[in-house]
């Protein structure tokens, strides 16, 4: 298993930049591959970005262009950089990670993944 810890939420200005930061607790390269999420009641959860099992990155529509996931091999960190910030950005963002059996997976569908952060709140008023 791996545990997950978000943090880096916050408010902000439409316009204003802000980045998460997901720790992992295990090998992000190759054991768990990753992906961010996030969530508005009421609303299904929305894939942001992730990693697929060629380590490609991907991106929801809303987002291409403003947003950049990374992360750091070392510290097994992940990281969402986010640009541009738009009202409709705010939500709850989570971390998620599926292991290497699903890395083929689609990194950006919820049910590819087993493991999730606690979430961190993200707020962008106009």
């Known amino acids: 298993q791996v545990q997950l810890v978000e943090s880096g939420g916050g408010s902000v200005h439409a316009g204003g930049s802000l980045r998460l930061s997901c720790a992992a607790s295990?090998?992000?390269?190759?054991?768990?591959?990753m992906g961010w999420f996030r969530q508005v009641p009421g609303k299904e959860r929305e894939g942001v970005a992730g990693?697929?099992?060629?380590?490609?990155?991907h991106y929801g529509e809303s987002v291409k262009g403003r947003f950049t996931i990374s992360r750091d091999k070392v510290k097994n960190i992940v990281y969402l950089q986010m640009n541009d910030l738009k009202p409709e950005d705010t939500a709850m963002y989570y971390c998620?990670?599926?292991?290497?059996?699903?890395?083929?997976?689609?990194?950006?569908?919820?049910?590819?993944?087993?493991?999730w952060g606690q979430g961190t709140q993200v707020t962008v008023s106009s």
């Open positions: 990693f697929d099992g060629a380590s490609f990155t």
């Open positions: 295990a090998d992000i390269y190759s054991a768990y591959f």
């Open positions: 998620a990670a599926r292991p290497f059996s699903r890395r083929y997976f689609g990194s950006l569908l919820p049910d590819s993944y087993n493991f």
